[in-house]
């Protein structure tokens, strides 16, 4: 049986792997930009990472291929990525011999028109597919993040590859797709994370649709809005990113003087507390991002790339997270921290302002926005309540029509970037600790669930 360990990104909703090739190599399939955990697990399990695999240019993160080449692996790609970097093409039905066992590429444009999945052989025996974008578990990656023009054309590219080239594999083909739930990259898909060709073909809606227009139709009704910085990524993975190695950038302290001029200067000021913290004081004009799982992918989207960030932490939160998490979507221009916290801030004599977070129930007549995605908000919402998402709500504040709105979310954490977004503008937003169920509990309410 072929050991194939998978490493999960609960932030961005991916997933690669490590496959212990049997002779003390290993092989990793879409690594990430941070490979420090396949490094260790190769280190514990005497393995050579010999290998680094693409199934097709990544819109949502920085790919790791670099870094494991500069520890000695190859890398394999499709040779419809035009790579600038040294690297193995690889195109549809090429097999390659790994000592024993062999990959053999699958054609699957669609999520992007270069996207290649692998079946992975031992002898003639297929144990397992590894899928990328083109096959998730219940539903396939998007189509929509080439272009407008590219989105039809490629969803129809991918049912064909779909039926004609994935579909007749065994029913028991074990899948390892890279996208899964949580990705931006997919459409709305279940919690798991792996599954098999036959699970696939009896339940998955888009491998059972019956020709290519309902096909199309499931397709686009699950695509949702996703991140700006998913606009650029491709094309930094086309040149190949610079290589970090074991050397981060580190966050400099900055004093609260040299703060203010950095943020005077132009960069960005990120407050990554958590948010009971950031309510009860922050820097005026902070955008608060608490740093979770979750940070890259808002980073990412409401953050632009071009310009220096600074950073406010607590002193116990783990700088070499945050670092990473920047650097794993691009971000790369890390200027420093203010050393000392807020508590340094606040020692200097400088102002500060607060945000309301109740765990409470908005009052009556209260302006409600709903800050979660169009999919989350569909499936129950509160009763009056407004809907814009956060990656939109910048530039469509001047819909909200009131200065004071009480922002919710599923727990809090995009609220409160919200509600720094709107303190920028001059509002004096609050926000409700909790979900729209938790409120609706408190109130003896139903959500609404549209039909």
């Given at each position: 049986m072929v050991d194939i360990t998978p490493f999960i990104d609960e932030g961005l909703g991916n997933s690669s792997y490590i496959v212990d090739l049997g002779d003390d190599r290993g092989l990793v399939v879409d690594p990430v930009r941070d490979v420090r955990p396949y490094l260790a697990f190769a280190e514990r399990r005497g393995l050579r990472l010999a290998y680094a695999l693409e199934t097709h240019l990544h819109a949502d993160f920085v790919t790791g291929s670099l870094e494991l080449a500069a520890n000695g692996a190859t890398i394999l790609a499709p040779r419809g990525e035009h790579a600038a970097f040294p690297h193995r093409p690889l195109d549809d039905r090429d097999e390659l011999d790994l000592g024993g066992l062999s990959l053999r590429g699958i054609g699957t444009p669609g999520h992007t028109p270069e996207h290649l999945s692998y079946v992975l052989l031992d002898g003639d025996r297929p144990v397992a597919l590894f899928s990328g974008g083109a096959l998730i578990v219940g539903s396939v990656a998007r189509t929509d993040l080439i272009s407008p023009e590219q989105t039809e054309p490629l969803a129809r590219a991918l049912f064909r590859a779909l039926h004609d080239r994935i579909a007749p594999l065994p029913d028991d083909l074990a899948v390892y797709p890279t996208h899964?739930?949580?990705?931006?990259?997919?459409?709305?898909?279940?919690?798991?994370?792996?599954?098999?060709?036959?699970?696939?073909?009896?339940?998955?809606?888009?491998?059972?649709?019956p020709d290519e227009e309902a096909f199309l139709r499931l397709l686009s009704a699950g695509l949702g809005s996703y991140p700006t910085y998913f606009l650029r990524l491709r094309e930094v993975n086309r040149r190949g990113p610079a290589v970090v190695g074991s050397d981060p950038p580190r966050l400099e302290p900055m004093t609260p003087a040299q703060l203010q001029a950095a943020v005077t200067s132009g960069a960005e000021l990120i407050d990554v507390r958590p948010i009971a913290a950031y309510a009860a004081g922050h820097v005026p004009g902070a955008l608060s991002i608490a740093l979770r799982p979750a940070f890259a992918s808002w980073l990412g989207w409401l953050v632009s790339a071009d310009r220096p960030l600074v950073f406010v932490l607590d002193a116990d939160q783990d700088r070499d997270d945050l670092v990473w998490q920047c650097l794993k979507i691009g971000y790369e221009n890390l200027s420093g921290e203010l050393s000392g916290g807020m508590a340094a801030w606040r020692a200097a004599g400088l102002p500060e302002r607060d945000t309301e977070l109740s765990p409470q129930a908005p009052e009556a007549g209260a302006t409600i926005v709903d800050v979660r995605q169009a999919s989350e908000f569909s499936a129950g919402h509160l009763t009056g309540s407004r809907h814009l998402e956060l990656g939109r709500l910048a530039d469509q504040a001047g819909d909200i029509g009131a200065p004071d709105p009480v922002l919710m979310c599923g727990h809090g954490e995009r609220a409160m970037t919200g509600a720094s977004l709107l303190e920028r503008g001059g509002a004096r937003p609050a926000v409700v600790l909790g979900g729209p169920g938790d409120v609706a509990r408190q109130r003896g309410e139903q959500l609404v669930r549209p039909q």
């Open positions: 899964g739930a949580g990705s931006f990259c997919s459409a709305p898909s279940s919690g798991d994370r792996t599954t098999t060709i036959g699970r696939e073909r009896a339940s998955n809606p888009l491998l059972t649709a």
